[in-house]
C-alpha cells in the first residue's frame, strides 16, 4: 500500500460497526478497506455478549409476542426519561428487524430469538443472539461474512489522522507496526472506532462518577472519533451517558450477566443487606455497588437460576475461573462468602416474603412471579465497571455526522460508539442491546448510504 492508493469507502474499525458498514457496501458492489488497530478484530463487541434487539419480527409473531418498532421506541423513551432522541430511536427500532434478517439469511450470521426472560426496561422479549451467547461469535460470523463477501480488511493499522478539503474527508494516514506511516484517499469516510471509556481524562471530564470505576472495555476505546469530528465541527450530544455494569466478577473481570436478578436474584452489601432495586437496570447498578463498602457486592441467587446461566459463555467462563460459590445452606452460603450469617439469612427470609406477595419492597421492587429461592444457593461477588460511552458525534437517520446547525458532513459516517446513542444522558437510559442496535443498525444505514451516493450515475 502507498499514498497513490485510492479507495472509494474506507471504515475506520473493525467491531460490529465497521464490519455492518463493510457488508452493507459490498452488497452494493462498492469497494471498501477497513482499517483495523488491533491483529484481531474484536471491538467491544466481542466483550458482549453479542445480543441484539429487534421489534415486530416474525419470530416474534409465532411465539406470540405482541411487539412493534412503535413499543420499542416507546420503552427507550421510557428507559430514558423522554432524554433520548425520539426520532433517532424509533428510526433504530423500525430498522431492527430487517437489520437482523439482513444479517441472518443474507450474511449468515447465525441470530436467533432468545425465549425465557425479559431484560429490564423491554416489555417484550425481543433479543436475538448466536447459539452461545457470545459477542465473540457474533464478530466471528461477521469476520467470516466479510471475507466472504471480499471485503478487504487490514489489521495492525492505527489511524492517526483524517485528512479533509473544507468539511470533505478526503484520506487518512495511519501508522503499521514497523513504525511506517501510509496514506490512503478515499471519497467517504466512516468512523466506526467506538467511544472514549478506555480514555482516564475524557472520563473524568464527562463521567466524572464513574472516574475511579473498572473499565472493562476494549482499550482501543480512546475517543479518537471524538476527537477527529470535533476537529472538523461535528455536533457531538449525550457524553455523559455511558453503560455500565453492576455485576462484574471482583477480581475476574467476567460479567455476571442481568437474567439471574430479572428471574428472582438479588444483590447485597458486605452487611448482607440489600441497597436498592436491582431489576431496574444493570447499567445503573453500577454506581450503586460502587457507593457500597470497599466497592463490591454479592450476587445471590439458587439452583434453578444456576442452569439458566449455564446457557451463556460469560457465566460459564466465571464457573471455570471459580468466581461462583455453592453452599447447601444459608449458614454454609454465609461462610462461603464471610458475610454475616444472621444478616443473610434475614435478607432471605425478607426476599422470599417479597416473591410470595406478603410484603412490600422498600426499594420498589417487584418480586412475584418468580419461585422463592432455595438451596443449594450460589453467589458472585461482583462490582461496578464501565463498559462503554453512549454519547458521541451527531447522526442523522442514513447515519451522516451532522454539524452544529444540523446539516451533514458530505462524505462522513458514524455509528457504534463512535455516534450519539439512544440512551439519554446518563446511566439509567441503557436498554440491553442499544450498544450492539446502534452498531448494528447504523453500520448497514452508513453503508447503504455511502453506497448509493458512490454508485457511477445511471
Known sequence: MNEAMHVPLVVIGAGATGLCTALAAADAGIEVLVLERDATPLGSTAMSTGLIPAAGTPEQAASGIVDSPEIFAADIAKKTKGAADAAMAINLARQSAETVAWLRDRHGIPLGLLDGFTYPGHSAQRMYGTPNRSGGELMGSLQAACEAAGVMLLTQATVTELIADGDRVTGVRFGRPDGSVETVGCDALVLACSGFAGNAELVARYIPEMAEAVFHGHPGNKGDALRWGEQLGAATADLAAYQGHGGLAHGHGIPILWPLIMEGGFQVNLDAKRFSNEAAGYSEQAAKVNAQRDHVAWSIFDERLHQLMCKFEDYRDALSAQAVVRADSVGDLAAATRLPADALAETLAEVAALTAGSATDRFGRDFTGKPVLAAPFYAAKV????????????????????????????????????????????????????????????????????????????
Open 383 to 458: 462490582t461496578g465497571a464501565l463498559f462503554h460511552t453512549q454519547g458521541g458525534l451527531v447522526v442523522d437517520d442514513e447515519a451522516r455526522v451532522r454539524k452544529p446547525d444540523g446539516t451533514p458532513f458530505p462524505n462522513l459516517f458514524a455509528g457504534g460508539g463512535a455516534a450519539r446513542g439512544i440512551s439519554g444522558v446518563g446511566s439509567d437510559g441503557y436498554l440491553a442491546g442499544n450498544g450492539l442496535l446502534t452498531a448494528t443498525t447504523l453500520g448497514k444505514l452508513a453503508g447503504r448510504t455511502a453506497a448509493a451516493q458512490l454508485a457511477p450515475a445511471g
